[in-house]
């Protein structure tokens, strides 16, 4: 098995049915572990009946947990987990595949990924940089994890789960941990992946706040001193790693409109900065 992607669920059975697609058209070998906490909104209908698919369900501590408990089971040789509003773009896999087998040292890959809105319209685009500790603690995380892939060593030897605890800021201590133990990262410079911008994945919760306020906390003193410095270096990697600039491009995605295949969106004038709505 080449690879096993992990999705946690918990009543988004339309979303998941979308994302599920995603994953089995790829053209690679993969295992799809949905790690479901018990959805009463339908889903467990259809979903243990889907053969593209392994379905657990099982009452879980929150999100980072489910993860930890598919990465658990998952016996692909590159992991991944995609949440149940995201999807991989045609052809990613087969790309992440061949940038690891160029690249037998190397055990993380971030890939770029686009927004969408609820019915896959363009929104923005974000290509990302392999991240900087200081940045990450005294800013954020500008990776995201629908666009992230790691070799499977990680968490068999390694063990490098996600903090459970923590539902916010998860992704960044994880990586946070790679960092420390000098784990080798690198860029795909490809779109592998959609965010879809739901408004259900806006982390402006007091517990988010108070997450990422922990986070920056436990920056070095300097760091939070100097953090406009650490942001406009940030800038500047952006700027002359040529991340600002993108040609017209076009992506396919599977829509609530049109779940049965790929639509086509054309994106003439592409956009980089965040936008909520």
């Known amino acids: 098995m080449q690879f096993s992607i992990i999705t946690p669920s918990f009543r988004n059975s339309n979303w998941l049915k979308l994302c599920i697609a995603s994953v089995a058209d790829q053209g690679v070998e993969v295992e799809h572990i949905v790690q479901d906490a018990g959805s009463d909104d339908g889903t467990l209908d259809w979903l243990s009946k889907d053969s593209r698919v392994k379905a657990f369900v099982e009452k879980d501590a929150g999100m980072y947990d489910a993860v930890n408990r598919g990465l658990r089971r998952a016996s692909g040789e590159i992991l991944a987990y995609l949440n149940c509003d995201e999807q991989y773009l045609p052809g990613a896999l087969a790309a992440v595949s061949d940038?690891?087998?160029?690249?037998?040292?190397?055990?993380?890959?971030?890939?770029?990924?686009?927004?969408?809105?609820?019915?896959?319209?363009?929104?923005?685009?974000?290509?990302?940089?392999?991240?900087?500790?200081?940045?990450?603690?005294?800013?954020?995380?500008?990776?995201?994890?629908?666009?992230?892939?790691?070799?499977?060593?990680?968490?068999?030897?390694?063990?490098?789960?996600?903090?459970?605890?923590?539902?916010?800021?998860?992704d960044g201590e994880w990586v946070l941990k790679l960092m420390e133990n000098k784990t080798r990262m690198a860029v795909l410079r490809r779109f592998t992946s959609i965010f879809t911008m739901t408004g259900a994945n806006l982390s402006s919760s007091d517990e988010a706040?108070?997450?990422?306020?922990?986070?920056?906390?436990?920056?070095?003193?300097?760091?939070?001193?100097?953090?406009?410095?650490?942001?406009?270096?940030?800038?500047?990697?952006?700027?002359?790693?040529?991340?600002?600039?993108?040609?017209?491009?076009?992506?396919?995605?599977?829509?609530?409109?049109?779940?049965?295949?790929?639509?086509?969106?054309?994106v003439s004038k592409p956009n980089f900065k965040w936008r909520t709505g």
């Open 99 to 170: 940038f690891f087998t160029a690249r037998p040292n190397v055990d993380v890959v971030f890939g770029d990924f686009i927004a969408t809105d609820s019915k896959g319209d363009y929104m923005f685009h974000r290509k990302v940089l392999t991240p900087l500790k200081n940045h990450i603690l005294v800013s954020h995380l500008q990776t995201f994890t629908c666009a992230t892939f790691f070799r499977r060593k990680l968490v068999t030897e390694r063990e490098f789960f996600f903090n459970p605890r923590r539902r916010h800021v998860g």
């Open 209 to 266: 706040k108070g997450e990422k306020l922990d986070l920056y906390n436990s920056a070095p003193f300097l760091a939070r001193k100097f953090k406009p410095l650490i942001v406009l270096h940030h800038r500047l990697r952006r700027l002359f790693g040529g991340i600002y600039f993108q040609k017209p491009f076009s992506y396919s995605i599977y829509t609530a409109q049109q779940p049965a295949m790929r639509s086509r969106f054309q």
